[in-house]
Each structure stands twice: as C-alpha cells, then as structure tokens.
C-alpha cells in the first residue's frame, strides 16, 4: 500500500522559512521521480519541485518558475523521506502541499501539510 505522509507546515510571515518533509512507504522510494504537489483554494493541484531518482536522472531537479530561486528539493533514500526548503515565503505560496511520484499515484495522495504565509 502506497502511503504519503506530510508535515512540517504552518504560519509563517511574508519572508520567512519553513522545511517540509513527506515519509513515503510503499513505494521503492529511490528509483522514482518524486515531486512536491500544491493546492491553493480554488485552483487546480500544481507541480512544484521534483528530483529523479536512481534509475531517472539522479538527483536532477526542477522546480516551478514561481518558485525558482527559493525553494529546495532533497530526499535521503536511506529513509525515504522527501523534503522541501521554502525560503522568501510569499503570500501566493499559501496552499496545501503534498508529495507524490511523479506521475502521481493517483489513488494514493496523503493528507498534505498546511502551508500558510500571511502578516
């Protein structure tokens, strides 16, 4: 069984920081192209950031233009865990953020981590 699970999030001023993390099980985490996911109220689910992995492009990543420059995609296969650095966090940043292979398991999407940025 294909299991996501997100944290990490919460409120954060315009500016700021925060490190996402997602625990993957399931899955052979380190063969597969992972991506970090968002949902903003009232828009469709959007890629932000993925990373290949064994068998696709090692550690290559590309992220969104939007959030280019500030946001960083790690894994450590050793614990198959995902992770997400947002630096420079902007309003537009606030949304549900999930994690997922890519292509997603479609059936599988955890409960995402809350990422809010306001003053």
């Known amino acids: 069984q294909v299991q996501f699970v997100e944290s990490g999030g919460g409120l954060v001023q315009p500016g700021g920081s925060l490190r996402l993390s997602c625990a993957a099980s399931?899955?052979?985490?380190?063969?597969?192209?992972m991506a970090w996911y968002r949902q903003a109220p009232g828009k469709q689910r959007e890629l932000v950031a993925r990373?290949?992995?064994?068998?696709?492009?090692?550690?290559?990543?590309n992220y969104a233009d939007s959030v280019k420059g500030r946001f960083t995609i790690s894994r450590d296969n050793t614990k198959n865990t995902l992770y997400l650095q947002m630096n420079n966090l902007e309003p537009e940043d606030t949304a549900v953020y999930y994690c997922?292979?890519?292509?997603?398991?479609?059936?599988?999407w955890g409960q995402g981590t809350q990422v809010t940025v306001s003053s």
């Open positions: 997922n292979r890519v292509p997603a398991f479609v059936n599988s």
């Open positions: 399931g899955i052979i985490f380190r063969i597969d192209y």
């Open positions: 990373i290949g992995g064994t068998t696709t492009s090692t550690g290559s990543t």
